[in-house]
């Protein structure tokens, strides 16, 4: 018998090769689902059995953390690395990443790897063509999404681990987004200059897991 599920899902630009460093700290009872968001060559996946056995634990880093969230999945807990419920930047800033991932997608994705960090499962060059309208279609949601409201009316726990330096989500009014969901949230912020998940994330990750029921 599992101890639980856990459901995976990588952030933008990212696939579920994100994770290898992670399943070391893993406890073998879990029963693990990766969520793959398509960017290698277009396929979307998340392959559910029709029985998830309890706890159902959602981890998702940045954009992944709120596609569990809207996934209308009921999980037992949420986990986020880096993550957001809206993402808290000026509207120009993704619009100028649509123009350059339309111009050169190489150098956009080679300067993005590059604020992240240390990270696996980045997308093998050259992109397909299928893997690359899913990563425009997921960069143009990154200006709409909002995953406040079924945050603040979902009763699953929350625990949230943000990178006080990362360059992509700002620290401080992602913290006040999950601050002001009151005592079903928990945000836990690492000193990192990145956006990628380091051995420490892993390890904070690893004690979250070890204490749920």
């Not at 111009?103 to 240390?118: E, I």
């Not at 990563?135 to 726990?157: H, P, V, Y």
């Not at 620290?171 to 999950?178: A, R």
Request: proline share 6%; hydrophobic share 45%.
């Amino acid at each position: 018998m599992k101890r639980g599920t856990l459901i995976l899902c990588h952030g933008w630009a990212f696939t579920p090769l994100f994770w290898d460093d992670f399943l070391p700290f893993i406890s073998k009872d879990w029963e693990i689902i990766w969520w793959d968001l398509g960017y290698r060559d277009g396929t979307v996946s998340m392959p559910l059995p029709k029985v998830l056995e309890a706890p159902i634990v959602g981890i998702g880093h940045s954009l992944g953390f709120a596609k569990l969230v809207l996934s209308r999945i009921f999980f037992t807990q949420l986990i986020g690395m880096n993550a957001f419920a809206r993402l808290d930047i000026p509207l120009q800033k993704v619009e100028q990443m649509e123009v350059a991932l339309n111009h050169n997608s190489l150098r956009l994705l080679t300067q993005f790897y590059r604020q992240c960090g240390p990270a696996k499962g980045q997308i093998q060059w050259p992109l397909s063509t299928d893997g690359l309208e899913r990563l425009k279609e997921d960069l143009a949601l990154l200006k709409t999404i909002d995953c406040r409201q079924e945050l603040a009316q979902n009763q699953s726990f929350v625990s949230v681990m943000l990178n006080d330096q990362d360059p992509i989500v700002p620290s401080i009014p992602t913290k006040l987004q999950f601050e002001s969901l009151g005592g079903h949230a928990k945000v836990h912020t690492m000193i990192a200059p990145h956006h990628g998940v380091g051995m420490d994330q892993w390890m904070v990750l690893r004690d979250y897991l070890n204490v749920i029921e």
